[in-house]
């Protein structure tokens, strides 16, 4: 299977319906240790988004990449537009002007996207933020794409693997962002960003495994 256009568009469909189906779920996770609004703010952002595709679908991978970011940029508030802006805004640039992606190019789109929340966050893994899914995400997404997987294989390999850095935030005691501020009260909760990462990457699994 190789990801087009239309598919990437189905894809972040998909992603739109997850966070709107765990909207509830992220906020509370965020008033645990942030600022309570990570889940209306990652919803309203992927609400306008769908609006966006409505009105016109890109016609490539990248455009569609694109407009996701922009759209996010300028619509999500807090650490999250931003960040994921980012990330999407990086695999754009990665996956360049190819109207057609395999598992490799899917798996360099996410190190982009990793590497660009990096960059602008200042974060590294153990800081308990997004980057403890992205990282394991990105490291098993190219052992899948090394071992020649396919689009839908390296996107599932990702999305366990975020999961299970996820999970393993919950010990962490927090280094960036607002839950930083509590010190060791932080330790014992999930990381809001690194549980929507992980439910964006199985959102997207499930879109290309149709």
Known sequence: MVCDAATTVAAIRAV????????????????????????????????????????????????????????????????????????????????????????TAVAAALTAARDGVVARGKAESGDKTMVDALTPAVNAANAAADGGRGVPEVLSAAADAAADGAVATTPMQARKGRASYLGERSIGHVDPGAQSTAYLLRALAGAAAG
């Open 16 to 103: 739109a319906a997850t966070v709107a189906e765990h909207r509830v779920e992220l906020t509370h996770l965020d008033r645990d240790i942030g600022d309570g609004d990570h889940g209306e703010n990652l919803s309203r952002g992927f609400t306008a988004v769908i609006t966006k595709l409505a009105a016109g679908s890109p016609e490539t991978p990248t455009a569609v990449l694109k407009l996701v970011a922009t759209t996010l940029i300028s619509t999500v508030g807090g650490a999250s537009g931003p960040l994921f802006g980012t990330a999407f805004l990086r695999a754009s640039t990665s996956v360049g002007a190819a109207e057609t992606l395999d598992g």
